[in-house]
């Protein structure tokens, strides 16, 4: 299993954590950002990952039946943890602002589920999809992502397990010393960021 000490030299080897200064798509800015998309281009790595995800999950949890990655962070990660698992792996998306399943895939209520994040921070997409599944009547077992940056684990009724506590510090736009400073600012991601 990859450890954090590795993980975190990974990321710095391979050019994919960033500094500057960014606007995430949870609306907060911050000096570094986690290009995990850089990460898992390379499908060794990728599959590295994902297998030490499978791994890392916790005796605890109950077995899942599907995995769900939330687009696009997710889904990578969350098909190569399916893949290390031999479980079914989806994805949400959203559409009109909503998370959504689409393309034909579903849940059923007696499925468990365990959704695979690439990085959380505030925990907001992540509790987007727990609300999506509750809402047709799966049960989510956990929650895991390769970096929590959060400098806590959000409070999102489920558990939480990351390869790496990486935390980065975050700030509102209007308290943001960055912008203090007039440093350009970088929207990175795959989302429109909700601050200009």
């Given at each position: 299993?990859?450890s954090?000490?590795?993980?975190?030299?990974?990321?710095?080897?391979?050019?994919?954590?960033?500094?500057?200064?960014?606007?995430?798509?949870?609306?907060?800015?911050?000096?570094?950002?986690?290009?995990?998309?850089?990460?898992?281009?390379?499908?060794?790595?990728?599959?590295?990952?994902?297998t030490?995800?499978?791994?890392?999950?916790?005796?605890?949890w109950?077995?899942?039946?599907?995995?769900?990655?939330?687009?696009?962070?997710?889904?990578?990660?969350?098909?190569?943890?399916?893949?290390?698992?031999?479980?079914?792996?989806?994805?949400?998306?959203?559409?009109?602002?909503?998370?959504?399943?689409r393309?034909?895939?579903?849940?059923?209520?007696?499925?468990?589920?365990?959704?695979?994040?690439?990085?959380?921070?505030?925990?907001?997409?992540?509790?987007?999809?727990?609300?999506?599944?509750?809402?047709?009547?799966?049960?989510?077992?956990?929650?895991?992502?390769?970096?929590?940056?959060?400098?806590?684990?959000?409070?999102?009724?489920?558990?939480?397990?990351?390869?790496?506590?990486?935390s980065?510090?975050?700030?509102?736009?209007?308290?943001?010393?960055?912008?203090?400073?007039?440093?350009?600012?970088?929207?990175?991601?795959?989302?429109?960021?909700?601050?200009?």
């Amino acid at each position: 299993m990859i450890s954090e000490t590795e993980l975190e030299s990974i990321f710095t080897a391979s050019g994919a954590l960033l500094k500057g200064h960014f606007a995430l798509s949870s609306g907060l800015h911050s000096d570094q950002y986690f290009q995990c998309a850089l990460l898992l281009s390379d499908t060794k790595l990728a599959k590295r990952l994902g297998t030490s995800l499978a791994e890392a999950i916790p005796s605890s949890w109950e077995t899942p039946d599907v995995v769900v990655g939330p687009a696009l962070g997710g889904v990578i990660i969350g098909h190569e943890v399916a893949r290390a698992l031999g479980k079914r792996s989806i994805f949400t998306e959203r559409k009109d602002g909503e998370m959504v399943l689409r393309r034909g895939f579903s849940v059923n209520p007696v499925e468990k589920i365990l959704i695979v994040e690439d990085v959380i921070t505030t925990g907001k997409s992540s509790g987007e999809v727990i609300a999506l599944l509750n809402s047709m009547g799966a049960k989510t077992v956990g929650l895991m992502s390769i970096v929590l940056r959060a400098e806590e684990e959000p409070k999102l009724n489920v558990p939480i397990k990351s390869l790496a506590h990486l935390s980065a510090k975050g700030f509102a736009a209007d308290a943001c010393p960055l912008c203090a400073n007039g440093e350009p600012i970088i929207k990175p991601g795959s989302r429109p960021s909700t601050v200009s």
